[in-house]
């Protein structure tokens, strides 16, 4: 759980994108209490002068997470931490680890991220 002594883990997101920045909300919602998770979209000013490790390119393809101990996780493979972040859904987690469900996640949200356009707010 976050505190003044650990800073929370920061969920960078696409929010230009309706779904992303409607999933980005929901989680931020359910997210635990006491400062555990902040969300910034991709293209703010904050994110950039935070993360500047992070590309703008980076950003394009998937949604980050940076944890309190600098790490970044993209993609499928930032679900499970953000699920261990959401009361009720912790059990997710757990279930993401079992063989083969990485590879076929992974697949399953590349293929979302590629086509959220598309899918959802047709800029383009």
Do not use: H, K
């Not at 944890?67 to 993209?74: E, S």
Request: charge should be positive; charged fraction near 25%; proline fraction near 6%.
């Amino acid at each position: 759980m976050g505190s003044a002594l650990a800073p929370p883990a920061a969920l960078i997101y696409d929010g230009e994108c309706a779904r992303c920045r409607a999933g980005a909300l929901w989680i931020m919602r359910l997210a635990l209490s006491g400062g555990a998770l902040e969300i910034l979209p991709w293209r703010a000013a904050p994110r950039r002068e935070r993360f500047p490790q992070i590309s703008e390119a980076m950003c394009a393809t998937a949604m980050r997470i940076v944890l309190p101990d600098g790490r970044v996780l993209a993609g499928a493979d930032a679900v499970p931490e953000l699920l261990r972040r959401i009361r009720g859904l912790r059990w997710l987690a757990a279930g993401l680890a079992i063989p083969g469900t990485g590879l076929l996640a992974r697949r399953l949200y590349g293929w979302i991220a590629r086509n959220r356009w598309r899918l959802c707010c047709d800029r383009r």
